[in-house]
């Protein structure tokens, strides 16, 4: 079955870094597209980046562009993101989430998700 | 990349229908059919219940259905049943970025 698992949430202080890691299994991780969706405490989600299956392609959310990257391993069907200059704001649960096959900006599996608190 | 419009909440008794919209723009809602809808209990991850605006994934009930008009994308949910209480969001493809809605909370009365 599809599984998707986070991993490398915690605190961290305002203008540090961090990697998020999302470990995939049961489907072929090289055909799909991944995506990064965050969830801020008692708010709604939030698209945060996207990388084509073969890595050639990533788009990111105006609030999050030229701070955070997206990247994968398929050799490993690992998914990464890589946060920097973090603000409060950033404060959230972190989704990884696998692009539908055929339709553009669906998600069809979700991870648990890992929570990212921004705090001094 | 402004977040689509939902209602903060909607409500409804057993064996009712609600109906929960989402508002967009020409940019998003109008110009694409890539529309998805998303079921998420509380401390839950979320689920895909609609996708392509009309179009359901194997193990969705039937109850669960969308449409839209223009800007503006509903997902309507008939015989309302105690387990379908959650909150309920809405997402747009919207070329190069993807956009969701703030969100509603489903209250089965």
């Known amino acids: 079955q599809v599984q998707l698992v986070e991993s490398g949430g915690g605190v961290v202080q305002p203008g540090r870094s961090l990697r998020l890691s999302c470990a995939a299994s049961g489907f072929t991780f090289s055909a799909y597209g991944i995506h990064w969706v965050r969830q801020a405490p008692g708010k709604g989600l939030e698209w945060v980046a996207v990388i084509w299956y073969d890595g050639t392609n990533k788009n990111y959310a105006d609030s999050v562009k030229g701070r955070f990257t997206i990247s994968r391993d398929n050799s490993k069907n690992m998914l990464f993101l890589q946060m920097s200059s973090l603000r409060a704001e950033d404060t959230s649960i972190y989704y990884c989430a696998r692009g539908h096959r055929t339709s553009a900006g669906v998600f069809d599996y979700w991870g648990q998700g890992t929570l990212v608190t921004v705090s001094s | 990349q402004s977040a689509l419009t939902q209602p903060r909440s909607v409500s409804g008794s057993p064996g009712q229908s609600v109906t929960i919209s989402c508002t967009g723009t020409s940019r ?20 895909l219940m609609i996708y392509d605006v009309t179009k359901r994934p194997s193990g969705v009930p039937d109850r669960f259905s969308g ?31 993807l956009v969701f809605g703030g969100g509603t909370k489903l209250t089965v009365l």
């Open chain 2, 28 to 47: 998003d809602v109008g110009l694409y059919n890539y529309v998805s809808w998303y079921q998420q209990h509380p401390g839950k991850a979320p689920k």
């Open chain 2, 67 to 97: 449409s839209k008009s223009g800007n503006t994308a509903s997902l309507i949910i008939s015989g309302l049943q105690a387990e379908d209480e959650a909150d309920y969001s809405c997402c747009s493809y919207a070329g190069s970025y």
